[in-house]
């Protein structure tokens, strides 16, 4: 126990423990131990006696008090206890406190409360959001997308080189038997890279502030939701489809497989699509297909006009299709012609770099005539098909026409 914590008791033994060392046996080192202790102690003694003295003349001091005054100084000391008691808010829960009466107009800069720490927003025509509300959307989007969600991610700034393996065009790696003396075979795969570099994105929200007025609404739970939704709304699209020279998508992989025909999928197809996925690559396997491709599917039916997949789709949300999740998306191509209408495969196969994180801002004066109150992001990103042999695509044939 450290002498600090020690009572009068513990003290005064451990004082009469130390007077009883026999200086003639001890060492010069215990002795000089001893000695720093013993002063600490009657340091600690004297403490303990002061603080005690202390207490007795203010309770005689009291005593003598007439009624009223002691009901106030006890009222005090209750009030006293109560500030001891209140729990401490963690500067999570100041940014978002402040955050929800800056938007509401309440306060104009972030310095609400004696003694807390000012989070600038900075002027009347912009204000950064603080980093725990920007967590928090960025949390939002990726748990509102699980294409985004699966891939593999990395926050890198500048260019950043993935290494991916390509085997060259006489031969993979060999692995086998090997005798003594004799040359391993050296002729191997490649090594290359993708780049992955940044492209800008921009989303902007408007909130009535009809809604801001509104004292009952969770005011920064809605403006999370609604930038989360509409950033995950946009990357969904880009991971799947990706846009001419800018990101580029899952389906892009070259891992592709004809259907064989313009307007309509087969059991069969799925299940060879299903197969273009080496074995190691399974476990984390998912569907990616828009709503009315999963509707043609659920409809496929065997020769005794039994629903196929009827066992499988009891199981409710999320669907499964072969045993494997499907997520449906709205960014992805319908049947048609030439379309790429289903992926299978394990989404890590697409690599995303967030060279910027999201950073958001709140824009009070521009929208001001809309009797509206502007919430922007921005991030900086760009994805590419790294492992093309875990992502498969089904791709429609092409129109005779």
Known sequence: MEIKDMKLIEVRERIAELQDLDVNEATLDEIEQSTEELRA????????????????????RVTNLPDDQVKIIHSFKDEEKRMEEKPVETREQIEVRQFADYIRGRVTSMETR?????????????????????????TEVVESSPILAKATRYNVKGK??????GDNDDQNIAVGYQTEFQEIQDNAGKFTSVDL???????????????????????????????????????EGELLKGTSSKATGALSSTNLMAAGSTTAISADNLIELQAKIPTVYQKDAVWIMNPATFTAIKK?????????????FAEGFPYRTLGKPVYLSDNAPAIASDALAVLYGDLSGLSVNFREDISDEILREKYATQHALGVISWFEFDSKVTENQKLAVLKMAASLA
């Open 41 to 60: 102690l009657k340091d600690r003694e004297s403490e303990i006696l002061e603080a005690a003295e202390k207490r007795r003349a203010e309770a005689e």
């Open 114 to 138: 004696e003694g807390e720490k000012t989070y600038d927003f900075g002027s009347s025509q912009g204000a950064i959001v603080p980093v725990s509300i920007a967590q928090r959307i960025i």
């Open 160 to 165: 950043l080189q993935v290494p991916v393996y």
């Open 197 to 235: 570099t940044g492209h800008l994105a921009g989303a902007l929200s408007l909130v009535s502030r009809s809604l801001i007025n509104n004292s009952d609404i969770d005011l920064v739970s809605f403006v999370v939701k609604e930038m989360g939704r509409r950033i995950a709304l946009f990357l």
């Open 300 to 312: 496929l039916k065997d020769g005794a006009g039994d629903y196929m997949l009827q066992k499988v």
